[in-house]
């Protein structure tokens, strides 16, 4: 593994990650608040210091598509503007390697909060499956802030968020009957999105769970749809 002073802190929470995304939504502590088709949003509603940070876990199955091309279109950052719409700016402050990079976004504002960035290593990696052998890997993208030398202070203009994201998708395959080759038609991928996200200033609770309310929904059916139509027609990454 990279000697990388950030190396250690990227290997525990990916895993952590992993395993917190893999842990199901039973229990209650969970509430649904969106549904549409296949995808479930779920929500725990906790506050930190008077300010909601709100965990989220997204549940969600895309036909046609393998968890390799659906984190590595989470991880890169060539193709994000493609689908993140809040998106306003964003630099690659290191390559650490490449499948872990440094990176600085700056979000569009959300009236009436202040504008947001967020300052965080992203790393994508394949998880053998050690549970059942037939099934395929488990692919993993991890996003969690961090601190950088080169991240501009943005003298005050903008608030950094804090957040820990991560995207685990499980791919099967159901061969076809006839034996033939395995097309697109026969994947399935089951994804779990999971976030939590500190606003790190004061936002009014309200106006906060209003906009999740409105922005995960969209971004995981944009998202998704995204990865859909950039592998269709594709030879499949596995
Ligand atoms: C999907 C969503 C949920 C909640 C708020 C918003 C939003 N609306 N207007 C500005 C933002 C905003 C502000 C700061 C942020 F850090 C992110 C942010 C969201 C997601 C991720 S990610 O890591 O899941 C995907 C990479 O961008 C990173 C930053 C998004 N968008």
Redesign the pocket.
């Given at each position: 593994a990279p000697a990388h002073p950030l190396w250690p802190e990227i290997e525990r929470v990916t895993l952590e990650q992993l395993q917190y995304a893999r842990l199901g939504v039973e229990g209650g502590v969970w509430q649904l608040f969106a549904e549409d088709g296949e995808m479930k949003m779920y929500k725990r509603e906790e506050e930190v210091d008077g300010l909601a940070v709100d965990p989220?876990k997204a549940v969600h199955t895309v036909k046609g598509v393998t968890g390799r091309e659906m984190t590595h279109y989470?991880f890169s950052p060539d193709v994000?503007f493609e689908w993140?719409t809040?998106?306003e700016q964003?630099k690659v402050l290191e390559t650490i390697a490449d499948d872990t990079l440094v990176?600085l976004?700056i979000?569009?504002?959300?009236w009436p909060a202040s504008q947001?960035?967020?300052l965080?290593w992203?790393h994508v990696r394949r998880v053998p499956n050690d549970t059942d052998r037939d099934a395929q890997d488990i692919w993993i993208a991890c996003?969690h802030s961090t601190e950088h030398h080169e991240a501009p202070s943005n003298e005050g203009k903008m608030v950094r968020?804090s957040?820990t994201?991560c995207?685990v998708c499980q791919t099967s395959i159901e061969p076809p009957s006839d034996g033939g080759p395995v097309t697109r038609d026969h994947l399935t991928c089951k994804i779990t999105?999971c976030?939590v996200?500190n606003?790190g200033g004061w936002v009014p609770t309200s106006a906060l769970r209003a906009?999740?309310k409105r922005?995960?929904p969209?971004?995981?059916k944009r998202?998704t749809q995204y990865v859909k139509d950039r592998c269709d027609k594709q030879p499949i990454l596995f």
């Open positions: 989220l989470f994000r993140e809040t998106l964003m990176i976004q979000h569009k504002r959300v947001r960035d967020a965080f992203s996003n968020v957040l994201v995207l999105y976030s996200v606003p906009v999740y922005e995960y969209k971004f995981l998202f």
